[in-house]
């Protein structure tokens, strides 16, 4: 079923390989792996990590969670025409652009909010945990950070767009400057 079954000795290398959306998991959920302080080495084993940064009681629910990141990142991704279909039917959905600034002055999509510091403390602070979030950005890679960090912060209605900008400007928008 999995492509590389995970054991305590299981290499962080082997592991990243095989399972790409581990990384950004064993971060939003244990803060493992993320900055200087929470790092590890390629060639430690899972265990190895789990018992460095104190949370050894959670290593095989870490395993079972960076198996079914797969398919949760899977259910992450909206397409561009999926989005702008939903978009018309739903009115409820924010759309919140992680790009910076420079990004949004050549290409915006209209509505977007600008997911700065200030916005994000506020999402946390203030708004409802059912709000439905879609985050873009200029692929959909660093807007994929955004969605998992809130959804590991309590946001289950949360999507990233596929492709991010770009592709809604190739499959949607015409009038949006691809950069």
């Known amino acids: 079923m ?34 200087n302080s929470c790092g590890y080495s390629l060639n430690d084993t899972i265990e190895k990590v789990f018992i460095k940064h104190n949370k050894l009681p ?24 999926e989005l702008s279909h939903l978009l018309e039917e739903e009115k409820d959905w924010i759309l919140l652009d992680v790009r910076d600034a420079m990004e949004r002055e ?24 059912q709000t439905k979030m879609v985050f873009f950005c200029h692929t959909g890679i660093r807007s994929l950070e955004a969605t998992y960090f809130f959804y590991f912060k309590g946001f289950p209605n949360v999507k990233n767009l596929d492709g991010g900008i770009k592709r809604w400007a190739e499959e949607v928008d015409p009038s949006i400057p691809i950069y």
Request: include cysteine; charged fraction near 20%.
């Open 106 to 129: 050549i290409a915006n999509i209209s509505g977007s909010l600008w997911l700065t510091q200030e916005l994000a403390w506020e999402i946390l602070q203030k708004w409802n945990k």
């Open 2 to 35: 999995y492509t590389l079954e995970i054991q305590p000795q299981t290499k962080m290398s082997e592991i990243l390989q095989n399972y790409p959306s581990a990384r950004r998991v064993l971060f939003q959920k244990y803060h493992i792996g993320g900055c």
């Open 58 to 81: 959670y290593l095989q629910e870490a395993i079972q969670l960076i198996y079914d990141s797969v398919k949760l990142e899977r259910s992450f991704q909206i397409a561009p025409k």
